[in-house]
């Protein structure tokens, strides 16, 4: 019977290989354009005379033009896939420029590299590994890493604390301090209760200083979202420095309310501890003199907010949730999106007429160089006897017992109240400092 029906339907024999419906109509193995693809980055951003205007490429790649050549020199030094070549079948490989822009407008937008197969002519694969290769060159490229991530020197900390006396009026300010966070969309289910927090999806946090200019230093990452800021600062690598002596290197004298200062200090939030490092603001002012300096520290500190804010505007990768399976690689993508803003901010103070280009050169004195001699011969001077061990734990907790002395806190607080209202409000306004707060406004002076 199964014969005679496939005799009469003119059916293939049942030992004949069946092929699925979907395979007759297969598409073809798509062939990439890669000289299109060159021809048309160059003519439109990278050539010699291009389409689109400097404002235009800054606009749409989040940096400069001629900042992008000098990645790649730096790129092209450290990883061969930022080298144009030639591959098995005697073809060029994909143009470092198509693969750069590609992986800038995936990292600034947030979005696949689907979108932009029609123009850099190849696929998500592809462009997937020019992201990861650029983050991943960016923060471990010394050339670029120790300049845009660097820690502060003691020339970089006199001219910060100079410019946020001029801007906010407080002598000694190193920068705000504060914490932002990012989704992690494919975080995996065992570590779900670790990093998923009030957010009810999983979050990986970032703390840092941020400066008056929106110059991000001190990029602390990894930490889980189920933490809060006191958990973050008890981890962090700032409060390490300033136990072991290295932020001590930068520190210089200073004026405020007529009594010397040593220590420079950042401004936090309420839900800091009071350290003698962090100035945090007044929550229930009840004196015009503590609804002033509650106005002035909350207005200053705004510039951590504004820093965290116009880094995600700038690269939408971090507000949208991440599609990276890696802590490490969403590290390498945070830190590189900072490096990035910081080449930028350098680039903005350059244009300025009113702060100096080399704001940020990499600069020492010779008394802070003779200060890291000093400490690193200090380092070298403890031994893994007993006794050394004992005296480098004394001393750190002498430094712990400093920094965490609220009379120090409440020490600069009070002087600073009195520096800003007299700033403010002249010193004669002093007398009145102490009266109820009532109907005084403090935005009206």
């Known amino acids: 019977m199964v014969i005679e029906a496939i005799d009469e339907h003119n059916l293939p024999p049942l030992t004949q290989k069946r092929t699925r419906a979907s395979s007759a109509g297969q598409a073809k193995r798509i062939k990439y354009d890669y000289q299109r693809a060159e021809e048309s980055v160059f003519s439109d951003w990278v050539g010699e005379v291009p389409t689109f205007p400097d404002k235009?490429?800054?606009?749409?790649?989040?940096?400069?033009?001629?900042?992008?050549?000098?990645?790649?020199?730096?790129?092209?030094?450290?990883?061969?896939?930022?080298?144009?070549?030639?591959?098995?079948?005697?073809?060029?490989?994909?143009?470092?420029?198509?693969?750069?822009?590609?992986?800038?407008k995936m990292i600034c937008y947030g979005i696949s590299g689907n979108a932009f197969l029609d123009y850099h002519q190849f696929r998500e694969t592809t462009s997937r590994r020019c992201v990861h290769h650029l983050v991943t060159s960016l923060v471990t490229c010394p050339a670029l890493a120790e300049v845009y991530l660097r820690i502060p020197t003691k020339a970089d900390a006199v001219k910060v604390t100079t410019m946020h006396?001029?801007?906010?009026?407080?002598?000694?300010?190193?920068?705000?301090?504060?914490?932002?966070?990012?989704?992690?969309?494919k975080c995996p289910t065992a570590l779900k209760g670790q990093f998923q927090g009030r957010e009810k999806c999983a979050t990986i946090a970032l703390e840092a200083v941020v400066y008056h200019n929106l110059w991000f230093w001190h990029g602390s990452f990894e930490f889980p979202?189920?933490?809060?800021?006191?958990?973050?600062?008890?981890?962090?690598?700032?409060?390490?420095?300033?136990?072991?002596?290295?932020?001590?290197?930068?520190?210089?004298?200073?004026?405020?309310?007529?009594?010397?200062?040593?220590k420079l200090y950042y401004l936090v939030d309420g839900i800091y501890p009071s350290?003698?490092?962090?100035?945090?603001?007044?929550?229930?002012?009840?004196?015009r003199l503590d609804g002033s300096f509650k106005v002035d520290q909350e207005a200053a500190r705004k510039d951590v907010e504004r820093g965290f804010g116009v880094l995600k505007l700038k690269f939408l990768s971090l507000t949208h949730p991440i599609n990276l399976h890696h802590r490490d690689d969403i590290y390498c993508l945070v830190m590189a999106?900072?490096?990035?803003?910081?080449?930028?901010?350098?680039?903005?103070?350059?244009?300025?007429?009113?702060?100096?280009?080399?704001?940020y050169n990499t600069i020492c004195n010779e008394d802070n160089d003779e200060n890291e001699e000093e400490t690193d011969n200090d380092d070298e001077a403890y031994s893994s006897t007993p006794a050394g061990r004992h005296e480098k734990f004394e001393m750190v907790h002498r430094r712990w017992a400093e920094l965490y002395n609220y009379e120090g806190s409440k020490y600069l607080k009070d002087?600073?109240?009195?520096?800003?209202?007299?700033?403010?409000?002249?010193?004669?306004?002093?007398?009145?400092?102490?009266?109820?707060?009532?109907?005084?406004?403090?935005?009206?002076?």
């Not at 801007?167 to 969309?185: F, I, R």
């Not at 962090?278 to 009840?286: I, V």
């Not at 999106?337 to 704001?359: K, P, S």
């Open 337 to 359: 999106t900072i490096l990035l803003h910081n080449m930028m901010v350098e680039e903005r103070v350059a244009d300025d007429d009113v702060e100096d280009g080399a704001f």
């Open 415 to 445: 002087a600073m109240k009195r520096h800003l209202y007299s700033e403010k409000f002249g010193k004669n306004a002093m007398e009145n400092a102490h009266l109820w707060m009532d109907n005084f406004n403090p935005l009206h002076f």
């Open 165 to 185: 006396k001029n801007a906010h009026k407080m002598p000694g300010m190193l920068g705000s301090l504060d914490v932002t966070k990012v989704h992690w969309k």
């Open 56 to 104: 235009q490429f800054e606009d749409t790649f989040r940096i400069k033009r001629h900042m992008v050549d000098i990645i790649l020199n730096h790129l092209c030094r450290r990883n061969s896939f930022w080298i144009k070549g030639v591959c098995r079948a005697g073809k060029e490989t994909i143009n470092p420029y198509v693969k750069l822009l590609c992986a800038l």
């Open 225 to 262: 979202g189920t933490l809060n800021d006191i958990n973050m600062w008890e981890r962090s690598s700032l409060l390490e420095s300033m136990l072991n002596g290295r932020h001590d290197q930068i520190d210089h004298q200073y004026t405020l309310d007529n009594k010397p200062f040593k």
């Open 275 to 287: 350290l003698s490092r962090f100035l945090g603001t007044e929550t229930d002012p009840s004196t």
